[in-house]
């Protein structure tokens, strides 16, 4: 059997599991990752980010991540 796939992801300033500053997103089956808040699910507040940075994507191999 296939193990399962999470349905959640942490993200945190330092990116580590567990850090205090992290949030629990849901996935679902799409987030997108950017700075503008109205376009994307997970606002990441950085000039070095754009408007629509990133995709988390989940197939039927599992999870994807595309560059926008």
Known sequence: T???VPTTAQL???FQPGSP????V???THV???RDPSRCQVALLCASVSA???VIERT???W???DL
Do not use: E, K, N, Q
């Open 12 to 14: 945190g300033r330092d």
């Open 21 to 24: 500053d992290g949030v629990v």
């Open 26 to 28: 849901p996935l679902g």
């Open 64 to 66: 994807t991540i595309a």
């Open 2 to 4: 296939r193990s399962s």
């Open 52 to 54: 629509r940075h990133a």
């Open 60 to 62: 039927a191999c599992g």
């Open 32 to 34: 997108t990752l950017g």
